[in-house]
C-alpha cells in the first residue's frame, strides 16, 4: 500500500493525497482500510475510489460525510468553517463484503472498490485551501495533520501490516500556491502515481477539437481524457470528467471572455464564518501543453488563475489573453501593457506535444445544483454535453452519444455554447498581435458571441 500527496498537477489551488493498494500483492479483498482525519481547511474536497486509472469514481464529498460522534461537519450549511472538534473517519473494503468486524461495521462512511482487483485507487481532492494552510487543507495554524491510513482484517478487525507503505512526502509536497511558486508539468509527475494522471500515455486521441482554427471553442472533456477524472459521487452524473477544454494554436494571441464569473467560496473566511452554498466551490483557468509551466501569483507569466485572482470587471465578467511563447520582448510588453489597462486576466500560453495538446482548461468544482454554469447535468441545468453519453443526458440537445469517438474528432455540435451554460459560458478568439492591439480582435470576438445568441457583458 502507498499513501502519498501529490503536487498541484491539476491546478496550483488543488491539493491531493492518495491510496492505492501494493501491485506485488494478489488481492487485497480479506483487508479494510480505515481512513481518519480532521476534515481538511479547503472550500471544496471528497474522496473519490478509481475502480481503475480512468474510470468514474463513486465515494463522498466532504459535505456528504458523517462526522464522528462529537464532532461537526464544517461542510454542512451552517457550520462554523473553523469548528474545532471536525473529525471523520471512514471506510474501504472490497464489494463482496457483506459481514464485517462489529468495529468496522459501525464506521458510518464506505466506499468500495471491485473485488479482485488491484487497479483501484482512492484520491482526496482538496480545493482552494485556506490562508496559510497547505494544497491539501493540513498544517496551518491548527496544525492539522495528514490522513491516518490503517489495515485491518475485515472479518476479526485486527490490525494487518501494511509491508511496502511508505510516504513519499519530502519527494513531492508543495506549500499552498498562494504564498509560493508551484510547477506543473508531466515531467514532474513522480513515478509512484504517474499511472493516475492526465493523458501521461494518451496522444492526440485525447486532444480537444479545434474545428476552427480562428475561434477557442470549449468541448468536454471524456471520462478517460484523464487517468482521475472528476465527476459527482457517489454516482457519476454522465460519463464524462467534469472539465471543459479548449485547443488553441500555440503561435496566436486567444482571447477569451466569460461574462459571469460564478460566485466562490472565499479563500480567506472570516474566523465566525458558517459554511454557506455558494455557485462555485472552486474555480480556475489553466493553460497547459507539452511544457513544464510555473504558477506565479500575480504574475503574466503564470499558467493559471483562480478564484479571487480572477479579475473581473464591473459587470462581473472576466477577460482572458492566453499568450504564446514565440512573442518577442518587445511584442509582450505591448500586450501585457493593453492587457494591465483594460483590467484582463494574462496567463502564458504553452504547445502541443506528444502527450498534451495546447489547451486552456476551465475547472467548475463543486457547483450548486442550480448555478448554470455547472458543467455536469442535474434537474436545474442540462450542462455541457458529454459525447459519451448516456444518450438520456444529449436528448436535451439534440445529440446522439459517441462514446468510442477519440475526443479530438467529436463533431462541432457538441462545443459549449451559451444556451448550455447561460451567461458563465467561455468563449474565445485567436487573433495576431497586431490584430489585437488594433482592437480588431475585440471587435471580433463581440461578434462572434452575439452570432452564438450570447453577449460580451452579462447585463
Excluded at 219 to 230: E, F, L, S
Excluded at 286 to 302: M, V
Excluded at 378 to 392: E, H, I, K, L, W
Excluded at 437 to 455: D, E, I, N, P, V
Aim: proline share 10%; net charge neutral; hydrophobic share 35%.
Amino acid at each position: 500500500m502507498t499513501t502519498i500527496q501529490s503536487p498541484g498537477l491539476g491546478s496550483p489551488y488543488s491539493g491531493y493525497w492518495a491510496l492505492a493498494p501494493n501491485k506485488q500483492v494478489p488481492n487485497v479483498d480479506d483487508v479494510a482500510f480505515v481512513v481518519s482525519q480532521d476534515f481538511p481547511f479547503t472550500a471544496y474536497g471528497g474522496l473519490f475510489m478509481y475502480p481503475a486509472p480512468s474510470e468514474l469514481p463513486s465515494g463522498f464529498t466532504y459535505g456528504q460525510m458523517t462526522p464522528d460522534p462529537g464532532n461537526v461537519n464544517p461542510f454542512t450549511v451552517g457550520t462554523p468553517i473553523h469548528a474545532k472538534n471536525r473529525h471523520y473517519t471512514a471506510l474501504l473494503t472490497a464489494d463482496s463484503v457483506t459481514t464485517m468486524a462489529p468495529s468496522l461495521a459501525r464506521i458510518p462512511n464506505h466506499a468500495k472498490w471491485p473485488a479482485g482487483t488491484n487497479d483501484w485507487f482512492l484520491l482526496a481532492r482538496n480545493y482552494n485551501a485556506y490562508a496559510g494552510y497547505a494544497m491539501s487543507g493540513t498544517g496551518g495554524p491548527t496544525k492539522t495533520k495528514w490522513a491516518d491510513v490503517r489495515a485491518f482484517n475485515v472479518r476479526t478487525g485486527r490490525p494487518v501490516a501494511c509491508e511496502g507503505a511508505q510516504a513519499a512526502r519530502d519527494e513531492i509536497q508543495q506549500a499552498s500556491p498562494w504564498n509560493v511558486a508551484g510547477v506543473t508539468g508531466d515531467n514532474l509527475i513522480p513515478n509512484p502515481i504517474r499511472p493516475m494522471f492526465p493523458q501521461i500515455n494518451g496522444g492526440k486521441q485525447y486532444w480537444p477539437p479545434k474545428e476552427n482554427p480562428g475561434l477557442v471553442e470549449f468541448y468536454r472533456m471524456p471520462g478517460n481524457g484523464t487517468r482521475a477524472p472528476n465527476n459527482t459521487v457517489p454516482e457519476p452524473s454522465d460519463n464524462c470528467a467534469n472539465y471543459i477544454e479548449a485547443r488553441l494554436n500555440s503561435r496566436q494571441i486567444a482571447l477569451v471572455r466569460v461574462p459571469y464569473v460564478g460566485q466562490y467560496k472565499s479563500h480567506t473566511p472570516a474566523p465566525n464564518a458558517v459554511f454557506e452554498e455558494t455557485e462555485v466551490g472552486a474555480l480556475s483557468y489553466s493553460a497547459y501543453g507539452q511544457l513544464t509551466s510555473t504558477y506565479r501569483q500575480g504574475s503574466p507569466f503564470s499558467y493559471s488563475i483562480g478564484n479571487e485572482e480572477i479579475k473581473t470587471d464591473a459587470t462581473g465578467g472576466a477577460t482572458i489573453v492566453i499568450w504564446p511563447r514565440n512573442l518577442t520582448a518587445l511584442e509582450r510588453r505591448a500586450v501585457f501593457a493593453l492587457a494591465n489597462a483594460r483590467g484582463w486576466n494574462l496567463l502564458e500560453g504553452n504547445q502541443d506535444g506528444p502527450q498534451y495538446a495546447n489547451m486552456l482548461t476551465v475547472r467548475v468544482n463543486g457547483p450548486s445544483q442550480s448555478y448554470r454554469g455547472g458543467l455536469y447535468p442535474t434537474p436545474y441545468r442540462n450542462g455541457a454535453p458529454c459525447f459519451q453519453g448516456p444518450q438520456s443526458v444529449l436528448d436535451p440537445f439534440g445529440l446522439t452519444a459517441i462514446p468510442d469517438s477519440p475526443f479530438i474528432e467529436i463533431p462541432h455540435g457538441f462545443a459549449v455554447t451559451p444556451a448550455m451554460l447561460g451567461t458563465s459560458t467561455p468563449q474565445g478568439v485567436q487573433c495576431t498581435v497586431v490584430g489585437y492591439l488594433a482592437g480588431t480582435c475585440l471587435a471580433r470576438l463581440k461578434t462572434y458571441m452575439t452570432s452564438t445568441g450570447g453577449s460580451y457583458f452579462a447585463s
